[in-house]
């Protein structure tokens, strides 16, 4: 077993990998960013060096530096997590050319899967089942729109290289097609350094199943049952669960068989994830390999009772494996939910901002927590934005479904937007609970998924007209003629705060009279009574419900939890035009913080309705900011390389 290892990324994979070093006696070594300094796996780790500034192409993807600070500090090994340089071949030689031993297969077997094109040409050998599309070398754009035509439509483009949902684009039409291939190639490009990508019709109804498989130097290699991965949005997984719902022994056995046979072909060794498409009929076709740890790996370690990152050092120190495949079981069934910091009322938009609040549910029990995070951490523009990973255990689906939903209620986070009442109604919806889904589901329940109630918003507006209130504010004046609870002799007096939230302002009417507080919103009155818990929790009685909820507050703003969702208000003062100072059609503002990286339009353009006007780049993804209406282009305000803040107008536009 190794005595050092640099563990070469950041986050809860970062975390995750020292927490094994450490309970295994070895020394692990962090790396961190400029904005990382302070970040939680530095802190996890027995020793850290900086590597360079935020941008990950100068820092977590500069495998040079990485490699001069290996050399320096020791470190016999080391393990990049997931993302960043764990599919990089020639970081992977670059390791063993420096005589560091690199926690992951070889370089030629990343080489061979790294490329979607040659992986799929490999697969066709072996035999293997593909996705009818197109796989080839030539890139140049008229080979690939004549493929486009012939594969089909609906398409979907991918990037050959890296995962994760980037570089992948939805082809409904003909005339989308040269559109969605230079965004796909621009972010493509942008995340792995590589352009080229592939073509492949789009199953409408497919499940995704992954099959975990692992092998050594001895020859040796087997599976670790499969993952059902279809919840996703983006093209990203949302919920992962093992084992898959539905499928039998005998589709088990057929896909783990594959699955080995894809691993042999290559001479695979460690840890990596055989990707497939199963369609209504049971059939199976190879998607890609992805020659790594999984994010959501955690799910196969609570049905095997296994620690795979254990696993891959025991490997990469030559061991063989620690089981063979009859000595694998599996044992009831888990779930994993990725919290991120997004907005999944606005196309899952990513979030940036600082934590102010956080709580995450107890562990042990059958519930894990994987997060790379603290209370105060800032959730910037640079990487990933997931919060945490939120995993169950039980005996049975049923079971491992109530654990997470009760996990769920009990996470709060406040700062930036987070998914998680969106991840509570997905638990809900029958069609989940049933396991009768596909990787469409969260567009064919939108309704159910992104529908706010209208009391669950109006008693929002009163827990937070609450927090407001002078009289319930703990920490105010003392003094009986200072006090302000709005006394007044022979009269009942009232207050208006005016709150603004998804675009719409509300009025929230707050009196007090013979002892109580009432307040009104939309013509429904609360009858209210609480105080302050501390700083932070304010506990409330409305009617016979006792609710206790966390707060922040700010001069401009109010963030509050309650029934497992954040809600977040702009304060408007008392005179004030809900309309004023808002932006319309004609003055676009950046939905979150990131990069300019591509102006379709220039000043004199006439534009219609859903054009693209700038695209911005956050988070590792690519979001474009389109068109409301037919207007005429006047003046751009950022260029390609800019960077922008969430609200920072855009473009100004004539309205026509």
């Excluded at 907005?343 to 102010?356: S, V």
């Excluded at 700062?415 to 991840?423: A, V």
């Excluded at 859903?610 to 260029?639: C, N, Q, Y």
């Amino acid at each position: 077993m190794f005595g050092k290892i640099l563990i070469a990324n950041r986050g809860e994979i970062a975390v995750r990998v020292a927490a094994t070093a450490r309970r295994l006696g070895v020394a692990s070594v962090a790396v961190y960013s400029s904005v990382d300094r302070n970040a939680l796996h530095v802190a996890a780790c027995d020793e850290a060096y900086y590597i360079g500034p935020a941008a990950a192409s100068d820092s977590y993807l500069n495998g040079a530096r990485i490699l001069e600070v290996a050399a320096a500090c020791g470190a016999e090994a080391i393990h990049p997590g997931y993302g960043f340089l764990s599919e990089n071949a020639a970081f992977a030689g670059a390791c063993a050319d420096a005589g560091i031993v690199f926690i992951g297969p070889p370089a030629s077997a990343i080489d061979s899967m790294g490329s979607k094109i040659r992986a799929k040409a490999l697969m066709a050998e072996a035999g293997v089942a593909l996705v009818p599309g197109y796989h080839g070398d030539e890139q140049d754009d008229a080979r690939l729109a004549r493929e486009s035509k012939r594969v089909g439509y609906p398409q979907l483009i991918k990037a050959s290289a890296g995962g994760g949902g980037k570089g992948m684009r939805l082809v409904n039409k003909p005339g989308e097609f040269k559109d969605a291939l230079a965004a796909a190639r621009r972010e493509a490009s942008a995340a792995f350094g590589d352009e080229r990508v592939l073509i492949e019709r789009y199953l409408t109804a497919p499940r995704h199943i992954e099959m975990q498989v692992f092998a050594d130097s001895q020859g040796n290699c087997v599976h670790l049952f499969e993952r059902d991965c279809s919840i996703q949005r983006r093209h990203q997984k949302v919920l992962e669960e093992a084992p898959a719902p539905g499928l039998g022994d005998a589709l088990r056995a057929q896909m783990g068989a594959a699955a080995i046979d894809c691993a042999r072909a290559i001479g695979y060794v460690g840890a990596g994830t055989v990707e497939f498409l199963l369609d209504e009929d049971g059939g199976f076709y190879f998607m890609e390999m992805n020659t790594r740890l999984q994010v959501e790996h955690p799910v196969t370690e609570m049905i095997t009772g296994l620690d795979l990152v254990e696993w891959q050092l025991r490997v990469a120190a030559g061991e063989p494996l620690p089981c063979a495949q009859n000595d694998i079981g599996k044992s009831g069934h888990a779930i994993e939910a990725r919290i991120y910091a997004e907005n999944p009322e606005n196309d899952f938009m990513p979030a940036a901002g600082q934590i102010g609040y956080l709580s995450l549910p107890q562990t042990g029990n059958g519930v894990r927590v994987d997060s790379g995070v603290r209370c105060g951490d800032q959730i910037g523009i640079h990487y990933d934005p997931m919060i945490a990973k939120l995993i169950v255990h039980a005996g049975d689906r049923e079971l491992a479904l109530s654990k997470l939903a009760r996990a769920l209620g009990r996470c709060q986070i406040l700062g930036p937007n987070t998914n998680l009442r969106f991840l509570a109604r997905l638990t809900t919806v029958p069609e989940y609970r049933a396991a009768s889904f596909d990787t469409g589901f969260i567009g064919k329940h939108h309704e159910q998924l992104f529908r706010v109630q209208d009391r669950e918003r109006r008693l929002a507006l009163v827990l937070a007209a609450a927090a407001l209130l002078p009289a319930l504010d703990a920490h105010g004046d003392s003094l009986p003629w200072e006090a302000r609870d709005h006394w007044r002799m022979n009269l009942a007096a009232s207050q208006k705060f005016t709150l603004r939230d998804a675009g719409a302002s509300h009025e929230v009417v707050v009196s007090r009279a013979y002892g109580q507080w009432n307040f009104s919103v939309d013509d429904e009155s609360f009858l209210l009574s609480g105080a302050w818990m501390d700083r932070q929790h304010l506990r409330v009685e409305i009617g016979n419900r006792r609710i206790e909820y966390p707060v922040l507050r700010n001069s401009a703003s109010i963030s509050l939890f309650f029934d497992g969702q954040a809600f977040r208000f702009s304060l408007l003062a008392p005179n004030h035009d809900a309309e004023a100072g808002l932006a319309d059609a004609s003055h676009p503002q950046a939905p979150m913080s990131g990069a300019v990286v591509a102006l379709p339009v220039a000043v004199g353009d006439t534009v219609e309705p859903g054009d693209t006007l700038m695209v911005i780049e956050a988070m590792k993804m690519e979001h474009a900011i389109p068109a409301r209406v037919r207007a005429s282009v006047s003046e751009i305000l950022f260029a390609v390389g800019d960077q922008v803040d969430e609200g920072d107008t855009l473009v100004l536009l004539e309205v026509e």
